[in-house]
Structures are given as C-alpha cells and as structure tokens.
C-alpha cells in the first residue's frame, strides 16, 4: 500500500483556503452581476473581501452606474476603499430591490440554509439579503456540510439585547442548547462583543440540525433534536432576540417584501482549484 501523503502544513492550509475563497468569489460575480446591473449588496466577512476586489476589478466604467449596499462596518470600508459608490440599504426606494447580494456564510447545507454570524454580522445581512432579488453565497470548501451544526460547532450566532442576554440564555440552554454563552469581546475589548447595532450575540450550539427529508425531519425540540426550521421560528420568537444567524426558509425571490434568507445559489472554493456551484432546488 502507498504511504499516505503527508498532511499540508498548517501555512499551505491557510494558502488553500484563502485562494478557494478567492476562486469563488470571483466566479460568483462573474456568473452573477450583470453589467446592466445598478444596484449590489455587498456582505461582511473574509470570503467578501474577495467579491470587492473582483468587482473593482471590473474597473469604473464598468462599475460606475452601480450603487453598493454595505451590511455593516467592514462592507462600507471595503467598498469604498475599492472606489465604488456606497448607498445605505435605508435609501431604496419603496418597492426597489437590489439586483443582486453576495455574502459569505460559516456553514451551507445541502438545502442551501445557512449560518451566518460568525464575525458578528447578521442583522444588516439578512435585511440586505432578502432586500435583493437574488442573493448568492459565496464560501470556501470547509463551509459545505450536510446538516447544520456539523462543521460549525460553535454554535448558532444569536443577537440579543444586552439587557434581555441572561432572559435568552435561560431559554437557549431549556431547548437544547446547555453550552449556549455570551460572546466575549476581542482581546483589548472586556465584556461582551457588541455588534453595529449595539447588540451582544450568543453562541448557541445544538446538535446538527434535521431537514424536512430526513428520517426525523419533523423534529421539533424534543430531547433539544430541531429542524433548521422549526428552530428558527422558535428563536425568532424569543423577547429580547434582534436576529438570529440562520438563514432558512425558501430559496429565491418570494415575498412581496423582499427576497429570500436562502441564496439562490452558493459558490464553494474547493481544495484542488475547482468551483462547485449548488443552485437552489426548484
Ligand atoms: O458575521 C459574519 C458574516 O456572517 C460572515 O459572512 C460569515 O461569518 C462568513 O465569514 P468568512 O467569509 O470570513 O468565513
């Protein structure tokens, strides 16, 4: 038998994964924003940095007539160091939507749900993506999973108010979630870490979430065991919750006040240099 070949380093690792996000995020706007195109969401992360650079790169004629749509702190700075023309989502005419919206995600099932939040954005991302007409994600090959909560352990990024964090705790940890916590803030930052909208956000891990396809694919809280569905709706609910870091539901355009919280189709930058394109199931 061929000895196996050796692990890659933990820096050619860091290379690999930075480049499949780089393959993705460049395929995905190349597939994705048309020239005729006026107006893009742009979401947070280290996956978007790459869709900023591969729409600047489109250079201004191209890119002049468009309007970007930031979902936080780091998008708007991102855009404009890039030169492209920043809009806030609170301008959109009544009625408008964005053309398109590209975000990263910390996990994709194979339906195309997602958990997002990981850097402390999710509220201005769900509200730019279901903003737009078609959202498309954009990812590395460690985000691709079967069930949610496999890879990302986590936990599910929940923003709270500050004052309502214990209340959603003691919650959290009754519906299956005994780890749930407070997300300290960075080193240099005591207490908790604040979001842009000044909330705090709590990590809540549950065991890998159910799919309506699955054997158990009712499961509705007993024994903590949760469809990415019924969990949302319950989550949502909760007093004292802003947003919660699962986007779930239908994929593509559907309510008349807006898009979907699932993209249309998610873009994974894969280890060998390939780009695997899942599309929403019709
Ligand atoms: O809070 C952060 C956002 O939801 C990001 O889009 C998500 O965490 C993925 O980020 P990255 O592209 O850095 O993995």
Known sequence: MAPAPPAASAQEQARLVEESKRLAAYQAVKDHLHPDYTRIGIGSGSTVVYVVEAIAALGAAATSGMLFYPTGAQSEELIEVAGLRLQTINKLPAGAQLDVAFDGADEVDEALNLIKGGGACLWQEKIVATSAKKFVCVADFRKLSKRLGTSWTKGIPIEVLPMAANRVLAELRSMGAPDARIRPGLPGKAGAIVTDNGMWIIDAPFPPLRLPTDEDGQAGG??????????????????????IGLFHGQNGLQTQNGGAQKPVAAYFGMADGSVEVKTAPS
């Open 222 to 243: 007993e024994a903590g065991i949760w469809t990415v569905d019924a969990l949302a709706d319950r989550l949502i609910k909760l007093p004292g919750v802003a947003e």
